[in-house]
């Protein structure tokens, strides 16, 4: 099967655009193996199937062209902050597939896919100076990419008047940042950039960074206590603690992806009844709490509580702090995301039911 496609974006119609549109093909093909070949009566289908595809899409609108915009607090119009950017170009996504696909032992069913995609010419904000009178510079780098596995088995079979049918899935996916900015020429300057590290912001101090073999879920904590030598958290004379900014020097607490998902199907039918149930499981990545942070500087959490009726909180290995100096040092907006960051991982029963069909 072959596939072609042009798109003609209007934000590729600009005189500053390398292209005023994009092309992208797709090829795909299958092999019925269980018919060219003479397989054992085990296996009553079998398929291997292929496929590469490569998507355009289009940036953001005005980068290339001066825009106004209106500002209510000098009831003036004022040039939009982006510096106009030249050679322009669609971003682009490859992606490639591998698949099979098989009924086995009549009741059995399996659906295996492998795939790797890669991204590239992605506009963004490097954050990187620009002259007066702009505030952004954006360029077009970057290469991203994602590999992955889906899977899915299947078993069926009635047995008289019951009916069992079971299906899991599970999947996974790798993001890996190949590239941000490499070798890319600043407009006004003419001076070769590369970065290889990017602060994207985030809620308090704890930002997503993206770095050079990173994924772009990495999460990161700004700030840390303070630590002598052996890495004890360091008290001074007043019985407080010392928080220091660690920007340069930032602390991965993980990413926020999960390593894998699966879930399993199940439904039962027998003489009107049926019932069906499934479980769904997210395995690895972190979350970051934000409001367990703020109820514990307020002292108005579990947490807080059980620290005052313990007489204070443990450090160093038998050091004991006043609840309140640790609390309103590590918790709250601005305190510390390593204290308030956990394991994303659980396994729930995300749907169940019950019925029963009457006869007419």
């Given at each position: ?14 005189p500053?655009?390398?292209s005023?549109?994009?092309f ?6 299958s092999?019925v ?12 289908y ?21 825009t106004?915009e ?25 992606s ?20 790797t995609?890669?991204s ?16 952004k ?8 990419e994602?590999r ?13 008047d ?15 940042i ?39 879920g ?9 630590r ?20 340069d ?19 039962f039918s027998?003489?009107?009844f ?7 499981a ?31 909180i ?7 702090i ?29 749907e ?9």
């Amino acid at each position: 099967t072959l596939t072609g496609r042009n798109d003609w974006p209007l934000q590729l119609a600009g005189p500053k655009s390398s292209s005023t549109s994009f092309f992208f093909p797709s090829v795909g093909t299958s092999f019925v193996l269980s018919e060219i070949f003479d397989l054992p009566k085990q296996v009553s289908y079998l398929k291997l199937r292929g496929s590469f595809a490569s998507v355009g899409l289009p940036f953001p609108r005005f980068l290339a062209n001066p825009t106004w915009e209106w500002d209510q607090a000098s009831q003036t119009y004022k040039q939009k902050s982006n510096y106009p950017m030249s050679d322009l170009k669609p971003e682009r996504t490859n992606s490639w597939e591998v698949g099979l696909t098989a009924k086995l032992f009549n009741n059995f069913s399996l659906d295996l896919s492998l795939y790797t995609t890669r991204s590239f010419n992605q506009t963004f904000d490097p954050q990187v100076s620009v002259s007066s009178g702009y505030k952004k510079l954006y360029v077009q780098s970057g290469k991203v990419e994602n590999r992955g596995i889906e899977l899915s088995l299947g078993y069926d079979n009635t047995w008289k008047d019951f009916k069992w049918a079971s299906n899991f899935t599970f999947s996974t996916n790798k993001n890996k940042i190949l590239e941000l900015v490499k070798n890319v020429a600043h407009p006004e300057t003419g001076v070769i950039m590369n970065k290889d590290w990017l602060d994207m912001g985030g809620l308090s101090q704890a930002h997503f960074i993206l770095t050079e073999g990173g994924s772009l879920g990495d999460l990161y904590s700004l700030s840390d206590l303070q630590r002598d030598k052996d890495g004890n958290i360091y008290v001074n004379a007043d019985g407080e603690l010392v928080v220091n900014s660690r920007v340069d020097n930032s602390i991965k607490l993980g990413s926020v992806f999960p390593k894998a998902n699966m879930a399993w199907q199940n439904s039962f039918s027998w003489k009107g009844f049926d019932a069906s149930f499934l479980i769904s499981a997210r395995l690895g990545g972190i979350v970051y709490s934000a409001t367990q942070a703020t109820l514990d500087l307020y002292g108005v959490s579990e947490a807080s509580a059980n620290a005052r009726d313990n007489g204070g909180i443990i450090i160093n290995g038998g050091d004991i702090i006043n609840p309140e100096t640790w609390y309103t040092t590590v918790g709250g907006r601005e305190g510390i995301p390593q204290y308030y960051t956990y394991s994303a991982t659980n396994v729930r029963l995300q749907e169940a039911s019950l019925g029963y069909t009457f006869s007419k």
